[in-house]
C-alpha cells in the first residue's frame, strides 16, 4: 500500500519489541464478537492510473461552467479566481497543516488569518471579525444565537427576501435551541417595513435581513435598523454576495450589530456547493459572545510580533456546555483563498469586480426587459441578480440546457407565490456577446 | 513579519480586469447614493509580492508534508496529492450546486456511493454528507435524536457524557437544549458501568462515547453499555473522531451505537487546511433514517436525484449538499484503499501507536499501562517535578523539528501528552521521534531552563520565526486586526 | 499558599471578609493558582440579588474558566472595576486589590455554614487526593 510505510520486516521488528506473534493480538480488548470475520463489502482497491480514470469518468458526467456559460447565482457565484490562488493554496505547509494549536511553529497560517480578520473588518465596517465559519448559512444560525445569548429574547424575526435555505438552516438551529422564528414579508421585492414593525416585540432577540436580498434587491436598511434597535433587538446582516461590498455601503456603518456572510465570491470555487466559507463580524462589545477561532496578535519573549489563537476560554475545550459555539474545525483554507483574493484585488480591483457585476446584471435586465414575453418582477434597486417574469419558467430554461446555458433560477421551487419567475445573475464572468446570446434564445422562445 | 497592509503601495494592484463591454450607466443612478460606500482600505501590492509574502508565510508553517505530527485525536496522516488533482477536474470544482440534477449526475453519484461506503465501514443504515466538520456532524447527530423524542411524545433533558470526552459533546448538547451529565472515568480509563447506571434514567435521552476513547483504549464493556441504555429507551451516540483504529476491524453499528458522525478529514485522508474545511458525516440506524437532514440521495435504475420529500427529516444544517469539495478526495481515498488497504491502515495505526507507548513508557508516566488503539496518553508528572511543564515539552520538540502532540488533553489526565502517530509513518520517524523525546525527559532531569525557554528561535539556533509567545498579553488586551492609525509594534 | 485566618471560605474557593452587613468577596490564593494568569473577569452587575451558591462571575484565564459562586445571600452593591483593566490583580493579590465584588448580606446566619481557614485548608487537602 503506496500510503503505508512499513514493511513485513518493520512490522516484524515491531511486533517482536511488543513481544507479540500478531497484529491480531493488539486488537484483543475488543470482543471476539465484533471482530469482522470477513472485508468490508466495498469496491476493491485501486492503482493510480485506475483512480484517475474512474474519478475523471465520474467527474464528466457533472456539468461545468468552463463549458457553460452561467445566469445562476442564488447563493453560490461564478467568479473569477486568478491563477496565483490555486497556485499558492497548493503550498502543502498550508493545506496539511491542523488547526494552529502550536503558535510558534505555525505563524504562516496564524498570520494570513490575522490578515483575513482585518480585511472582514474593512469590509463590513465592523470591528472584529472571527478566522470564518463552515458557511453563510450557518454563520446566520450562530448569530441568531448570539444575539440569544446577549438579550436573553427567544424570538427571532426573519425576513423572507433571506436566501430560503439560510432559513431553512436559521430554523434547524432554532427548533434545537427552542428559539421561535417569526417571518416577515416582502413588499414589491424587499422586506415589509409595516409587517416587521408590527411583529417586533420585546421578545425580539434579533432582526435578520440579508443584503442584497435573496432578489438581488438593496434593503431600506437605515429603516430596519431603527425599527429593530428602538425595540433593544440586535440587527443582524447577511451578506451572501461580498463582492458587492466593493461597492455598497459596509452595514457597520449603518448600525448593524453582527455582520455575518458568505465568502465563496472572493477567489473560492463554485465546487457544487461546497466547501465555502462563512465570515462573521461585530462589535468591540460583543467581542466575548462570538463563536469560533480568534486570533490575536502578541509578541515573545524578545519582544518579537506573533500570532496566536485568543480568547479561547469562549469556546467548547475549555468552556464546554457553557461555550459560545460548538465550532472547532472551521473554513481556514477557504479564508486563506478570500485574503489572498481581496489583498490581490485591492481596493480598486474589488470595486472593479462589482461595478462589472453591477452593469452587465443591469445591462442583461434592460435586455430581457424589452422581450414581451419577460417583464420586470420588482423595481427596487438592484445589485447583480434580478427577477423577471414569463410564461412558462422551466420551457425557457430547457432550451437554454440545449444551448449550454445554465440559466436562471426558477423561484417556484422557493417561493411557491413567485411561478414562472426567474432570477438571473451576472458577473464579470458573463461577457456582453454572451449576455446578448442569452438574450437572443430567450427572444425566440414562444 | 510584515503584515501584507505594511507593504501596501497606493497605485498597485495584483490583479488586471477588462474593461466594461457592455454600455455603462452611472453607478448612482443604479445604485441610491446614500447606499455607496465612501472608502474602502484594501491593501495596494503587486502579483508578484502577493506570491513572495504568502509563500514566504507558507515557510512559517508545519504541515504533514513538514515532517511528522503526532497530535492525538486529531489523525495527521499524509493526504494523498492526487485526491488534490482529482478534486480540481472541472466537473467537480466549478458545477453550480443549483443546476439542473441532470446535469450533476457524477456529484450526486459519488454522494450517494460514497454514504452506502461510510455506511458500510461503521454498520450503519444511513448517512449524510451535509455537516461541514466533526462538531456540526455532532450537532445534527443531537438534533436527530430530539427529533426522535419529540415524535414519540417522549421528554428527555438529559445527555450524558464521560470525563474524558471532547469539549465539542456537551457543547453541542447545549446547542440542542440538553443539560450535560458528566460521568467518571473508572481507573482503567474506561466507562464506569456503576456509575452509568446510575445516571442512567427515563430522563436520558443519549449517551455520547468516544471509542476508542480519548485515552486511546477501547471501551471494553461496549455491548452492556449499548444494551443498558437501550433498555432504558436512550439512544448511543459515538463520536466516531478515532474511527481510524477501527477500519476494517470491527463496526460501531455492530456494537449497538444508533447514531456516529466520522470526521473525513481526520481518518479519510483529506487534508485539514489549517483549520478546515472539513466534513462530518453523520450516520444512523434505520429507526433514525427518516429524521436525517434534507436532501437526501435518491437512485431510481442509474438516475440520481435530491429528495426533499421528507417530513420528519431535521431540516437543512448547511446551505446546499455539504462540503462537496472534500466528500470527492475521501471518496478517491476510499476507492485507493479498498477492503484490504483500509483494514491495513487501522491495524498499521494501532501497531505503531503500541511502538511507540513501549518506546516512551519508561521516561515518561503511563497513566493506563494497557494496549492501546491508535493513539495513547502519557502524563509530564515526572518532568513536573523539575518544574518542565507539559507545554515546555511541547514547545521543545518544535525545537527538534517536530509537531506537538495534543496535550492538557484529555481533561482526567494531568500534564497530559497524547501522541498518535498515524499509520502512515514509517519506523524511522518513530524511531527519532522517541529518541527526541527521550533526549527532552533528560534535559528536563539535568538542563530543565533549556526546555523551560523554549521553542528556541531561528535565530537563536532553533526552528521556529518566533519564541513562546505571549498567551495571557494576547488575552487581556485583545488585538484581533491590523489598525493603520495604530502606532504599537505590534 | 496564604489562607487568612479572618476570613471565611467557600468550598468552591471563595473568600468573604463581612463588615458590619457587607461582605467583600474574593477568590482564595489557591483558586488564583490553580487557575494561572486571570485575563478577563466578568463582573456581577450592581444591584443583582443573588442567593447563596449562585454563579454570579465567571473568572478566566488562557487555559480555564470558572464560576464565581456568591458565599452569601444577598444584593451586589459594589464591584470591583479595577479588574476590567488589570484582571491580573487576583493573582498578585487574591485577598487584596484582587477582591471582585461587595455584598449586602441578608442573613447574617448563612456565613455559619461557611468554612474557616483551616477547614477550608483541610477541604483543598482533600480535594487534591
Known sequence: MRFIPNTDQDRKEILEFLGIKSIKELFKNIPEELLLKKNLKIPKGFSEIELVREMRFLSEKNADLEHYSCFLGAGAYHHFIPAIIPHLMGRSEFYTSYTPYQPEASQGLLQTIYEFQTLICELTGMDVANASMYDGASALAEAMIMAFHITGRKEVIISRTIHPEYREVVKTYAQAKNLKIIEIEYENGITSLEELKRKVSDKTAAVLIQNPNFFGSLEDIKEIERIAHKNKSLFIVAIVEPTSLGLLKPPGELGADIVVGEGQSFGNPISFGGPYLGFMATKDKYMRKLPGRLVGATKDSKGRRGYILTLQAREQHIRREKATSNICTNEALCALAATIYLVSLGKEGLRRVAELSLQKAHYAFEKIKEIDEFEAAFASPFYNEFIVECRDAQGVNRVLLKEKIIGPLELEKYYPELKNHLLFCATEMNSKEEIDGLVNILRKIK | ?490 | MKIPKELKYAKTHEWIKVEKEIGTAGITDYAQEQLTDVVFVELPQIGKVVSKGEAVAVVESVKSVSDIYAPASGEMVEVNKALENKPGLINEEPYGKGWIFKIKIKNPKELDSLLSAEEYEKSIKEGEK
Open chain 2, 1 to 490: 513579519m510584515k503584515l501584507i497592509f505594511e507593504k501596501s503601495k497606493p497605485g498597485r494592484m495584483g490583479i488586471s480586469l477588462p474593461d466594461c463591454d457592455v454600455p455603462e450607466k452611472k453607478i448612482e443612478e443604479l445604485i441610491p447614493k446614500n447606499s455607496l460606500r465612501s472608502k474602502l482600505n484594501l491593501p495596494e501590492v503587486s502579483e508578484v509580492e502577493v506570491v513572495r509574502h504568502y509563500t514566504k508565510l507558507s515557510t512559517q508553517n508545519y504541515g504533514v508534508d513538514t515532517g511528522f505530527y503526532p497530535l492525538g485525536s486529531c489523525t495527521m496522516k499524509y493526504n494523498p496529492k492526487v485526491n488534490e488533482e482529482i478534486a480540481k477536474f472541472p466537473g467537480f470544482k466549478s458545477s453550480h450546486p443549483l443546476q439542473d440534477e441532470g446535469l450533476s449526475q457524477g456529484a450526486l453519484e459519488l454522494m450517494y456511493h460514497l454514504e452506502k461506503i461510510l455506511s458500510e465501514i461503521t454498520g450503519m443504515d444511513g448517512f449524510t454528507l451535509q455537516p461541514a466538520a466533526g462538531a456540526q456532524g455532532e450537532l445534527t447527530g443531537l438534533m436527530m435524536v430530539k427529533a426522535c423524542f419529540e415524535q414519540k411524545r417522549e421528554k428527555r433533558t438529559k445527555i450524558i457524557v464521560s470525563d474524558s470526552s471532547h469539549g465539542t459533546n456537551p457543547a453541542s448538547a447545549s446547542l440542542c437544549g440538553y443539560e450535560s451529565i458528566t460521568i467518571k472515568s473508572n481507573e482503567r480509563g474506561t466507562v464506569d458501568l456503576e456509575g452509568l447506571k446510575r445516571a442512567l434514567n427515563e430522563d436520558v435521552a443519549c449517551i455520547i462515547l468516544t471509542n476508542p476513547n480519548t485515552l486511546g483504549l477501547f471501551e471494553e464493556e461496549i455491548l452492556e453499555i449499548t444494551a443498558i441504555a437501550h433498555k432504558k429507551g436512550a439512544l448511543v451516540y459515538c463520536d466516531g473522531a478515532n474511527m481510524n483504529a477501527f477500519l476494517g476491524i470491527a463496526r460501531p453499528g455492530d456494537m449497538g451505537f444508533d447514531i456516529i458522525h466520522l470526521n473525513l478529514h481526520k481518518t479519510f485522508s483529506t487534508p485539514h487546511g489549517g483549520g478546515g474545511p472539513g466534513s462530518g458525516p453523520v450516520g444512523v440506524k434505520k429507526s433514525l433514517v427518516p429524521f436525517l437532514p434534507k436532501p437526501t440521495i435518491k437512485r431510481e435504475k442509474d438516475k440520481y436525484s435530491l429528495d426533499y420529500d421528507k417530513p420528519l427529516s431535521i431540516g437543512k444544517i448547511k446551505a446546499f449538499y455539504g462540503n462537496f469539495g472534500v466528500m470527492v478526495k475521501a471518496y478517491a481515498y476510499l476507492r485507493a484503499l479498498g477492503p484490504e488497504g483500509l483494514r491495513g491502515v487501522a491495524e498499521n495505526a494501532v501497531l505503531n501507536a503500541n511502538y511507540l507507548m513501549k518506546k516512551l513508557k519508561s521516561y515518561y508516566y503511563l497513566p493506563f499501562d494497557r494496549t492501546c488503539m491508535h493513539e495513547f496518553v502519557l502524563s509530564g508528572k515526572k518532568q513536573l517535578e523539575k518544574g518542565v511543564h507539559t507545554n515546555d515539552i511541547a514547545k521543545r520538540l518544535l525545537d527538534y523539528g517536530f509537531h506537538a502532540p495534543t496535550v492538557y488533553f484529555p481533561l482526567i489526565v494531568s500534564e497530559a501528552i497524547m501522541v498518535e502517530p498515524t499509520e502512515t509513518e514509517p519506523k524511522e520517524i518513530l524511531d527519532e521521534f522517541a529518541s527526541a523525546m527521550i533526549e527532552i525527559a533528560q534535559e528536563a532531569k539535568e538542563n530543565p531552563e533549556i526546555v523551560k525557554t523554549a521553542p528556541h528561535p531561528t535565530t537563536e539556533g532553533g526552528r521556529t520565526p518566533v519564541g513562546r509567545l505571549d498567551a495571557v498579553a494576547a488575552a487581556r488586551k485583545p488585538n484581533l486586526r491590523w489598525k493603520k492609525l495604530d502606532k504599537r509594534e505590534i
